[in-house]
């Protein structure tokens, strides 16, 4: 059962829902406005980040103190490929990574509708690539973490890496990720009135966006139709009140089956990316265990 916190950040989540209005807002606005959890939370002032461009993609570097600078958690952020900022996301990734003692590389990858697939997956590869060469890292010396939308990018990542024969990540961190496309799974309809962010309208109309005409069955686009064999360990955290359940049950299962090392875990009546929703005992639970499994891959 959700704690008193994140009871109260889920009813702020039904009363935005609820006062949506009528006519659509400006995409423009949507984007300077974009908070996850209804709330703003700054970055930590004693977090440096600095701006990069990295394989031509806007990017940061998050530093908090004394983390290990030969170890990188890129995290690429969700918002339904439309939205999604450093200032949207900026206090969760100073806080995975200072809780891992990492560095976290921060993408800002192109967004839809102006760059539908596979230009947003293009800048995630771009992302590794520059990391990998330009920036000599080891593969073996980075975790991969997304939520939502930047979830599936990073896995769509890692089954291009592992079919153009390349070396593949540590591991990868999933926050209720959007695995599929299609929008097929049970949870779409069944988990739809527990949900305060998403509906199964909402879910067609941006993954319809991302795809622009383009097969959603696509394993680039839709990961929970790719073959899983010999991708890298991964976390799960997804909650039960979510439309996208069943993308990280569905998946969960498929990896396994296909001989991945996966770790599922699902949180009673929580809300979409709830990792993100600082003030709760939820979020500081999730952030000790996507600690401990990026310190554990690490080393």
């Not at 659509?24 to 606005?29: E, G, K, M, Y």
């Not at 939520?147 to 540590?170: C, F, Q, W, Y």
């Not at 976390?235 to 299962?253: C, K, P, Y």
């Not at 809300?271 to 639970?285: C, K, L, S």
Request: glycine share 8%; proline share 9%; net charge negative.
């Amino acid at each position: 059962m959700p704690s008193p916190e994140m009871r109260e950040v889920i009813e702020g989540l039904l009363r935005r829902s609820a006062a949506r209005p009528a006519t659509p807002v400006p995409l423009a606005v949507m984007r300077a406005n974009f908070l996850p959890a209804d709330k703003e939370y700054e970055i930590p002032e004693d977090v440096r980040v600095s701006e990069v461009s990295a394989g031509g993609v806007p990017a940061y570097w998050v530093d908090a103190p004394d983390v290990k600078s030969d170890r990188v958690l890129v995290y690429v952020h969700g918002g339904g490929f439309s939205l999604g900022s450093l200032h949207s996301h900026g206090e969760l990734v100073a806080r995975l990574g200072r809780a891992a003692g990492v560095r976290v590389l921060f993408p800002e990858y192109r967004l839809v509708p102006e760059h539908p697939f596979p230009a947003p997956l293009d800048d995630v590869r771009a992302v590794w690539r520059w990391l990998r060469e330009d920036q000599g890292v080891p593969a073996n010396s980075i975790v991969l973490a997304g939520d939502s939308a930047g979830g599936n990018l990073i896995t769509a990542l890692t089954v291009a890496l592992r079919d153009a024969g390349e070396e593949l990540p540590a591991a990868t961190v999933l926050l209720s990720p959007a695995l599929d496309m299609t929008v097929s799974g049970a949870s779409v309809t069944e988990r739809e009135d527990e949900d305060p962010i998403f509906t199964a309208a909402a879910l067609r109309a941006a993954w319809g966006a991302y795809m622009a005409g383009g097969d959603p069955r696509n394993p680039l686009a839709s990961p929970l139709f790719a073959d899983l064999t010999g991708l890298p360990p991964v976390l799960i955290q997804v909650g039960t009140a979510e439309t996208l359940l069943s993308d990280s049950e569905r998946f969960a299962e498929a990896a396994r089956a296909a001989g991945v090392d996966v770790t599922l875990r699902v949180g009673e009546g929580l809300p979409h990316v709830y990792p993100i929703m600082r003030d709760t005992p939820e979020a500081a639970e999730s952030t000790r265990d996507i600690a401990e499994f990026v310190q554990r891959r690490l080393n």
